[in-house]
Structure formats: structure tokens, C-alpha cells
């Protein structure tokens, strides 16, 4: 678990990571016979967001830790927008002013379906969140069509482009920053792909955005406490 400052990078230290659901076209498309039915009736119009907190933070190369049940992760690997001017009510014009850079992320979740009520038990264990050192001078860089691909033990095992966001970054730095304020060292997730690929004790994982970076992290088993290292 992150104890000390989680440094993204000099003098820029991570506050507070918020992930966004339902921010991929396919994903809103297949759920959308749901959200037409009861308690809602309609699909969100606002963005879903949920926080993954200090004690999911890992850097790069961490080993992540999956409980015995179900003994699997989903990995929601995105792009974090790393806020280096507190965003407050920002237009989507001025909204990537507000971004010191970028960082490839490993959302691990544990796998479900709901997205009717905060995931805590599933998305914010221990470690379950790797961040990639902050890149910030990527000459030519196309954010909003990038791409992203997941390797499991060298095998491509996941696919997928920013292109079809329901909300671009701008959009979505805009609208968050509409009823809260994005804060120095915050970061802003994307949100998951459609599809994201499983990950099992033993499995080494490699998340590359072209044009960008990467992030590698590994799976093991979790061990419970009193257990042999």
C-alpha cells in the first residue's frame, strides 16, 4: 500500500485519481436496453465517476495481488489526464491548458457488471492501480485518436482506440470541472474500453499507447495474513 507522496513527477505529487464509467460508445450501445429500464429509464447524462484512492496507488513494475475468489482481474487500462493548473468550471476550449501531461494506467477491477453503485470492493483494493511515469513532452501526440493495446505474457491480448469516447478529453475535463474542481496533481481517467481483457496469478502485463508510453506491471497470488512468503 502507498504510504509515501506518489511522486508523478518532481515537485508534482499524486492527489487524487477519478475514474469515469460509461465514457465508451460500445459499452453505453450494449448496456443501453438497461438503462431503459427501472430505477433510471434513461442513460446518465452526467459523468459517472468513482475515486481510486491512496491505497490503490503502484507504480510501474508492481506486482498486483488477486484474492483467492474469483482469482482474476479485469484490466480497464486507460489514459490518466495529470491536471497541472487546478481546473474550475474550464471551457472544453481551455480545458487541456489545465493538463501537465499524461500517464498510462492499469484500472484493475475485479470482474463485474454494475454500474448502479460505487465498485469500492472491486476497483479500490490494494495496489489496484499501476501508473506509469508521467510523460509531458511527446511532440505530436493525437490524444483523441490514440490507441491502446494490452499484452499478456507477450501475447496481444486487447485492443483499442480513444476515438470513440462518449466525451473526448476536453469534453471531459470541461464537464467534471463543472460541479468540482480538479486540483493540482489530480488525475483524470478516461475510462475503460469495451471488452477489457482478464489478467490471473502468474501473468505479466504490458499496456503500450503508441506515441506515448507504457506500463508493465505483474499478477500474483494474494496472500493472506500468517501465510509463508
Not at 20 to 37: E, G, H, I, K, M
Not at 112 to 134: K, M, T, V, W
Request: proline share 7%; aromatic share 6%.
Amino acid at each position: 500500500m502507498q504510504t509515501q507522496p506518489f511522486l508523478l513527477a518532481d515537485g508534482l505529487a499524486l492527489a487524487t485519481v477519478y475514474g469515469v464509467l460509461l465514457n465508451d460508445r460500445a459499452t453505453v450501445t450494449r448496456l443501453s436496453p438497461q438503462f431503459d429500464s427501472a430505477p433510471y429509464k434513461a442513460a446518465p447524462k452526467a459523468p459517472v465517476l468513482y475515486i481510486k484512492p491512496r491505497n490503490t496507488f503502484a507504480a510501474a513494475d508492481a506486482a498486483v495481488a488477486v484474492p483467492a475468489e474469483p482469482g482474476e482481474v479485469r484490466l480497464d487500462a486507460t489514459i490518466g489526464l495529470v491536471i497541472g493548473k487546478s481546473a474550475t468550471r474550464v471551457s472544453a476550449d481551455d480545458a487541456l491548458s489545465h493538463v501537465a501531461g499524461f500517464v498510462v494506467v492499469s484500472d484493475v477491477t475485479l470482474p463485474h457488471e454494475n454500474y448502479y453503485r460505487p465498485a469500492i470492493r472491486q476497483r479500490d483494493r490494494d495496489g489496484f492501480c499501476p501508473i506509469s511515469r508521467l510523460f509531458n513532452d511527446e511532440a505530436g501526440f493525437d490524444l483523441d485518436n490514440a490507441t491502446l493495446s494490452i499484452l499478456i505474457n507477450g501475447e496481444r491480448a486487447y485492443e483499442r482506440s480513444f476515438a470513440n469516447l462518449v466525451r473526448p478529453a476536453s469534453q471531459l475535463i470541461a464537464d467534471v470541472s463543472e460541479f468540482m474542481t480538479l486540483a493540482v496533481g489530480d488525475v483524470l481517467l478516461l475510462g475503460p474500453g469495451e471488452g477489457s481483457p482478464i489478467a490471473r496469478p502468474g501473468d505479466s502485463v504490458l499496456i503500450k499507447v503508441p506515441g506515448l508510453g507504457e506500463l508493465k506491471h505483474t499478477v500474483v497470488q494474494e496472500k493472506l495474513q500468517g501465510e509463508q512468503a
